[in-house]
């Protein structure tokens, strides 16, 4: 039997979509993990090109809007949930903590991304430092998906949830599909 990859969760299940942001992110890393050493043995061919477009694209396009859709959307409606059963004190300080991360990951992103782009343009990339950008987001990630996913599946209404999938699909400039 074919083994298909796993369609990703749509706009209607926002939180599974987030995770899969996620998912993706690390797929991401896990590339640019690898992309010194490759360096060292192969310069900066077509491969390594290639992957650093790869690279690019998503954190350039995808990974702001996750940023947005946790900032704008999703933190508030979880501060929000306050008092409902399943809440947890220490929740907003933790998102908190996240949105400064966002902040922290943006300028990071902001320093390593010419390496990159230099590097998808052919150009050497001989001292490409991104070991610590890889850390501070799987620890951010890591936070998100133990300490905020799981309280945004209890704590969201149905309706709470279809309004994040609807500014998701918005910020992304896609229409809803006709009923």
């Known amino acids: 039997m074919l083994e298909l990859p796993k369609a990703a969760p749509g706009f ?8 899969a942001c996620h998912a993706r992110i690390s797929e991401r890393l896990d590339l640019l993990e690898r992309l010194p050493e490759y360096l060292d043995t192969h310069g900066p061919d077509a491969s390594a090109q290639a992957a650093a477009r790869r690279v690019l694209d998503y954190f350039d396009k995808a990974a702001a809007h996750h940023h947005e859709d946790e900032e704008h959307d999703l933190f508030p409606l979880l501060r929000g949930a306050a008092g409902r059963p399943g809440w947890q004190a220490e929740l907003p300080a933790v998102l908190d903590r996240l949105a400064a991360e966002h902040g922290t990951l943006a300028q ?20 490409l430092r991104c070991e610590a950008v890889i850390a501070a987001y799987r620890q951010h990630m890591a936070l998100e998906n133990e300490r905020v996913f799981p309280f945004a599946e209890q704590l969201l209404s149905a309706r709470e949830r279809a309004a994040l999938g609807a500014s998701m699909q918005a910020r992304r400039g896609i229409a809803p599909a006709p009923e």
Not at 12 to 19: A, C, E, S, V
Not at 108 to 127: I, K, M, Q, T
């Open 108 to 127: 990071d992103w902001a320093r390593l991304r010419p390496e990159l782009d230099a590097l998808a343009r052919g150009e050497s990339a001989a001292d």
């Open 12 to 19: 209607d299940d926002p939180i599974g979509l987030l995770r």
